[in-house]
């Protein structure tokens, strides 16, 4: 037991007697599977799973009834090999953050993948991953889930990309949040009110058990211990309509502007005790940089430095391309999401590849995405739950198309999903959350309506033929229903054309690389030449 139950003072491992008051510990040896004794807690306190785990998953569910269920979710052996630690000081810091956890109403439990069958590298895919997820969800039906490592811990899923633009694929942990492998282009349908709230908190090759521990010290701190908001806002002026239509709903002025606002004066355009932020910048996967927009100019905008700067608990947002990039021995110095989460930032919503929006309201797209986050987490909800409620506004839309579904896909927490501002309390309780449910969380099942991936279209196509037509025979009508800056991104490139599956869409594909990153424009149209999206690339 890490903690005496008498005078609550910490103890070392295996010790008989507290070193502060010399009451006796308890002894919780409990036998393995292989016939070894390990120490375990009992489960009304802080159980890691080995041994017999699913009937101990199963008691965990009845002694938690009342209160927010997680998983913990590493592989302990391998992340304490890559902070260069023991495993057993890397679990005395997870069950002294999962202590954290109850008093605020959360029962976190730790599932150890490497010890159940999953030690194997390659047996440690995706789908055996969410496969050991789901057994535990069909006996204790837990509410959040909170990934410890980066890809080389647990691994991330990633998806051939089945949007029209320069992605090859889109890594994503959307599986382990729907319980469900398959590709969202094949026409899945997801309930988000149904599924496990997952968070990440990644780690990175040459990290020390110390600083990958202060996000749990920073959470300590935050969770649940902000009682009002004070929010920020940075949006690139080309799309300052549609940035202050979506940060009025958590302030009442508007957003700041680059390249008014630059990365030498950004810090000092930031509240000393800010705690909500928003990001409407451009992102790149060749620098560490967000960028702000106004005609041709790219001011450096954002960086790990001027993060780093905020060392106190906050919540982020952010709609810029690669906007979460982390992946492929990035570290702090070369990545926003990881110094913010390092620094103070108790969770992070971003995309790990090209993301959309449009440059005037109303939003689409990423702007849904981050503008339900950041609204949900100004009214308190967790930021699991807020994560989920963003997915759900998204996919509510009637007129889904391949950039709403890789929205979906690309779109990631990074944090703690169940910390919150503090005006949220535990709510949804284990039965409630799945009242009606006969066996753990409903699979998501085929609906063909949402089959949507774009296919190319040769350019002599007949929807060629149609958006050719409207340039020519509607012009200066024409330009008056496309905004400034996707004319910009349009000028002097011929575009490429997509059907958009089964839905009487069509798309014209404009990519534009004459500034610091490819820019890429998109113009959604009916077979009767009518448009009906227009979205450019963050």
Known sequence: ??????????????????????????????????????????VDSLTTFEGDWLSKWSDAARDASYEELGIILTDVESLSEQLNCSAECLKDAILDYVLAAESRGVHYHLLDCGNNGLRNVNARSVESVVGLLTEVVNVARPKYLFILGNEQIVNVAKW?????????????DLPYVTLDTKSPWNGQKYDFSDVLRTGRLPS?????????V????????????????????????????????????????????????????????????????????????????????????????????????????YFLGVEACYG??????????????????????????????????????????????????????????SSGDAYCAAMDDLMSDSNLNDSTIK????????????????????KSKIKKLLSGVSKGLRVPMPDIRRALAAVQLASEHRAAQI??????????????????????????????????????????????????????????????????QQLVSK
């Open 467 to 532: 958006f050719r037509n409207m340039i020519y025979s509607q012009g200066k009508s024409l330009t008056s229903k496309l905004s400034f800056s996707m004319m910009d991104y349009m000028q002097g490139i011929d575009p490429k054309f997509y059907q958009v599956g089964d839905t009487g869409l069509y798309q014209a594909v404009f990519v534009n690389n004459k500034g610091p990153f490819n820019r890429i424009a998109k113009v959604y149209f009916d077979a009767k030449g009518a448009i009906k």
């Open 204 to 212: 990175y090759d040459g990290e020390s058990l110390d600083e990958f």
């Open 214 to 313: 202060a996000y749990f010290e920073n959470a300590k701190e935050g969770a649940a211990n902000i009682t009002r908001t004070i929010p920020y806002g940075l949006s690139a002026q080309v799309w300052k309509g549609a940035s202050d239509a979506l940060y009025h709903e958590i302030a009442s002025e508007n957003v700041n502007l680059s390249p008014g606002v630059k990365l030498e004066n950004v810090e000092q355009t930031i509240p000393d005790d800010v705690n909500l932020l928003y990001f409407n910048l451009h992102g790149s996967d060749q620098t560490k940089f967000w960028y702000g927009q106004e005609g041709s100019n790219y001011p450096e905008t954002f960086s790990p430095d001027v993060v780093a700067s905020i060392d106190h608990p």
């Open 324 to 381: 979460a990039r982390y992946i492929g021995g990035l570290t702090p110095d070369s990545s926003i999401v990881l110094m913010a989460i390092q620094k103070g930032c108790l969770a992070l919503l971003g995309s790990s590849r090209i993301a959309f929006g449009p440059c005037v309201p109303p939003g689409t797209c990423a702007d849904i995405m981050i503008g339900t986050f950041l609204k949900k987490i100004s009214e308190g909800e």
């Open 1 to 42: 037991m890490p903690y005496c139950e008498n005078c609550g003072a910490k103890l070392s491992p295996g010790a008989r007697f507290c070193e502060d008051c010399g009451a006796e510990v308890e002894s919780t040896d409990s036998v393995l599977m292989d016939g070894t004794t390990n120490p375990v807690k009992s």
């Open 407 to 426: 929205t979906l896909a690309e779109f990631s927490l990074y944090g703690d999903p169940s910390v919150g501002m503090g005006r949220y309390k535990a």
């Open 160 to 172: 051939e990309n089945q949007a029209s633009d320069s992605d090859e694929d889109v890594p994503a």
